[in-house]
DNA sequence: CTGTTTCGGGACATCAATGTTCCATTTCTA
DNA sequence: TAGAAATGGAACATTGATGTCCCGAAACAG
């Protein structure tokens, strides 16, 4: 039958949903329940040891997706095209869309220093910084700070902005502009 | 004997030590056990539930504790007093040193909106959109943005300096100045 | 329509964290 | 130093999450 990449549509669906699923109930509550994650898919418990034997498969597998989600957005931002400024915007814009899925990965321990060995030595941080260099090489972004640094208070303020959106302290639409404006000018007047 | 706030000199060393402990490995790991907590304090397990009787109660004293050292920080602050930029640099440099205990509480589902009913409805929180609201009426700070949003910023880049220092990206003394070079300019070079 | 796949949920065993109790030992304190 | 307070650690019961197995029902594919 089909190759391990041919899901049969329906096996891939519920796969997805889990993952979802996951991603949504862990960024809220990282002690979260298997039981609460299936009833979140809407899929017995079963079924989700059916797709992930285990928690820590199951986990290891939600950051994988959120990794792969957030990197696909990274790579559509086109992050090397124009200027620098035009580039965290839209880099911002894309990383917001990504939603839940950030809120899991950033709030996730595991998210640092260990991944699948053999998998991407992230690319994705590879392409941030690389940015952030840039800007810094053409004087746009303060050339004095740390290269990390910047890309923590990217990272801190692009998670700052999900959640404030969750919580209706920021409008759906606007939050990427929001923390553009932030990264700019800081939250300082228009002196 | 003593009232019940007076501590034989023992105990109140032993409770810091365990709620400061709490702070510290809860900081970094939310679902540690309780016998990591014990172990990171140098006591015994059985001593911990002496003074925590369950899980329960010692997060919330965590949090109580937690909660008690910034509000002690940002009255330390003065916040009202000198100009918001002043005023936004102590409040800054005052949350950086609670370290683990801001990154503790900031981290924890239970410190939004689950108080302990007829405890303080957070004297934090006013103090600090007092110290923006100021900051917005009299133009330093962007009037045209919530004071939720501005608010979210700047616990994100505190937080997010805490977590870089923490790491090693950002030294020690300086974090604070970093933060607030943030705050107010943004990640742009001088132009 | 029929055989196959997937699903939901119950029953059960397992396991790790938790909470309790007890006692010998160490540390305070008067 | 002698009595009191505090501690550490072992032993044990409890509990809730987890993982496994199984079977009847529903969804799907040909």
């Avoid at 994650?37 to 797709?51: F, K, V």
């Avoid at 597998?61 to 839209?90: M, Y």
Wanted: one cysteine or more.
């Amino acid at each position: 039958m089909g190759s391990s990449s041919v899901e049969s549509g329906t096996r891939g669906r519920t796969r997805r949903a889990i993952l979802s699923a996951a991603a949504e109930v862990l960024a809220r509550d990282r002690a979260a329940t298997l039981a609460d994650i299936a009833r979140a898919a809407e899929i017995g418990r079963s079924t989700l040891h059916r797709y992930f034997p285990d928690r820590d498969v199951l986990l290891r597998a939600a950051v994988a997706d959120a990794h792969l989600v957030i990197r696909q957005a990274v790579q559509d931002a086109a992050v090397d095209e124009g200027t620098p400024s035009e580039a965290v915007r839209r880099l911002a814009t894309a990383l917001v869309g990504t939603g839940d899925r950030l809120l899991f990965l950033y709030g996730d321990p595991r998210s640092l220093g260990e991944f699948d060995p053999g998998e991407d030595p992230d690319s994705v941080d590879r392409m941030v910084t690389g940015l952030i260099k840039r800007g810094q090489a053409e004087g746009v972004f303060d050339p004095t700070a740390a290269v990390e640094w910047l890309r923590d208070i990217l990272w801190a303020l692009v998670y700052a902005g999900c959640e404030s959106a969750r919580r209706g302290v920021l409008p759906r639409p606007g939050v990427a502009d929001a923390v553009v404006r932030v990264l700019e000018n800081g939250i300082r007047g228009q002196s």
